[in-house]
């Protein structure tokens, strides 16, 4: 039996994905001519990987606080046996026929992420993009396009045109949405859904998160979640955590618990980092904010996260050993890290001692003042006043509405 050489392989590849998406155009556009559903949300957290991000909790606040039925939620997910224990919902598997039938008799779609060719919207549906982000310190798509690759750039510029409503956290977001993100439309300046859960009472969702986790209840907790590099290196990951344990328990008592939360473009490797005692690798945890609620501690890098959890109140610690060489090589930033409230450590023993020296009101002082000055929209209600702005999407027929919820009810 004849094997093709690679260079046919490769060409046998290409054009096995050209006809899969030349079929799934022909059943877009037949999909597009059906009916839509007017009561009908599609979500999907970076392209169906997780139940996560902004979607989970827009989605959890419908399923808390309208009847059943009211609205037909629908998820997308790439792996459907591993969210059976997901209620309340829909499911479909992305990419399949039921997806594409889902997605085009949409009213609403809500996604984090930029969508592809394959999402042709259609006159009468409303696309909201809720962005993974309330702020951020790398620089994103017009600002770093020099830095993004020629193909994803056109992606953002198409998904830009489809999109009707994009979230912001803060002030400062809107001038980088407005300035960077080539939109134009109508930008909806009441915080981040994902950032909802900060102000509520989570008691009984920490009890539930620890022993998911076989973590006892006295334990503290510091989680560590660094951004990834462009060249998938572990290297820089290279914290010492049992002496950063004992700094942390001298400090602020207790015993401590390291939580490792890679980022998703990491989750196949997490396994190749050395661990302790102590020490649990979380990286295929789902939903990071449910860390970062449950954390007494986070240590972090270049990544958004630091922003979300400055809400808590809580100590941050950016761990930054290659400061020079990511500035150079990977993203230009839009804060200088030493502008910010959070506290940089460029070593182990930089940051152990920085662990011991650190006082907290001087801390909260610095946290307050950068909320201030970037003018954060954050208030514990974002998935409320969102939810609001899409029923009146969905039913803008007032008699509607009303006949219909009362059939819901």
């Known amino acids: 039996m004849l094997l093709p050489k690679k260079g046919e392989a490769v060409f046998m590849l290409l054009n096995k994905e050209?006809?899969?998406?030349?079929?799934?155009?022909?059943?877009?556009?037949?999909?597009n001519c059906l009916p839509i559903k007017n009561n009908k949300i599609f979500m999907v957290s970076y392209y169906g990987s997780q139940y996560g991000c902004n979607p989970k909790y827009i989605s959890e606040y419908i399923m808390k606080n309208y009847p059943?039925?009211?609205?037909?939620?629908?998820?997308?997910?790439?792996?459907?046996?591993?969210?059976?224990?997901?209620?309340?919902f829909r499911k479909v598997k992305t990419m399949s026929l039921r997806y594409f039938y889902e997605l085009c008799t949409s009213k609403v779609i809500v996604t984090n992420f930029r969508t592809t060719d394959l999402f042709i919207k259609r006159k009468h549906q409303f696309y909201i993009q809720t962005w993974h982000s309330s702020l951020r310190l790398k620089k994103i798509e017009k600002d770093a396009e020099d830095s993004l690759t020629a193909d994803y750039v056109q992606l953002a510029k198409n998904d830009s045109k489809k999109c009707d409503l994009l979230l912001s956290g803060c002030e400062v977001s809107t001038d980088i949405f407005r300035r960077a993100f080539w939109y134009k439309g109508n930008i909806f300046q009441k915080g981040s859904p994902r950032n909802d859960v900060f102000f509520q009472l989570n008691t009984e969702v920490r009890m539930k998160i620890l022993k998911q986790l076989n973590i006892s209840l006295d334990s503290k907790l510091v989680l560590y979640a660094p951004t990834f590099r462009k060249d998938g290196s572990l290297e820089v990951y290279d914290l010492d955590y049992e002496w950063i344990s004992d700094e942390l328990s001298k400090r602020f008592g207790g015993n401590?618990?390291?939580?490792?939360?890679?980022?998703?473009?990491?989750?196949?490797?997490?396994?190749?980092?050395?661990?302790?005692?102590?020490v649990l690798d979380v990286t295929s945890?789902?939903?990071?904010?449910?860390?970062?609620?449950?954390?007494?501690?986070?240590?972090?890098?270049?990544?958004?996260?630091?922003?979300?959890?400055?809400?808590?109140?809580?100590?941050?610690?950016?761990?930054?050993?290659?400061?020079?060489?990511?500035?150079?090589?990977?993203?230009?930033?839009?804060?200088?890290?030493?502008?910010?409230?959070?506290?940089?450590a460029y070593s182990n023993k930089d940051l152990a001692g920085k662990i011991a020296g650190f006082h907290y009101a001087q801390y909260e002082e610095s946290l307050n003042d950068f909320l201030s000055t970037i003018g954060s929209f954050e208030n514990g209600k974002a998935s409320e006043d969102l939810v609001k702005l899409i029923n009146e999407v969905c039913f803008s027929d007032k008699r509607r509405k009303r006949s219909y919820a009362t059939e819901a009810i």
């Open 18 to 31: 050209k006809v899969k998406k030349f079929i799934s155009l022909i059943i877009i556009w037949i999909f």
């Open 285 to 344: 945890y789902d939903d990071i904010q449910e860390l970062l609620c449950i954390s007494d501690i986070l240590i972090s890098d270049y990544s958004s996260l630091m922003f979300d959890f400055s809400i808590t109140k809580r100590p941050c610690f950016l761990y930054i050993p290659d400061i020079l060489d990511y500035q150079k090589n990977e993203r230009n930033l839009y804060f200088d890290v030493k502008d910010l409230p959070f506290i940089c």
């Open 256 to 278: 401590w618990i390291f939580l490792i939360k890679l980022h998703p473009h990491l989750l196949s490797k997490s396994d190749q980092l050395k661990f302790g005692k102590n």
């Open 68 to 88: 059943k039925g009211y609205f037909d939620i629908v998820w997308a997910f790439h792996d459907l046996g591993s969210k059976k224990h997901l209620t309340g």
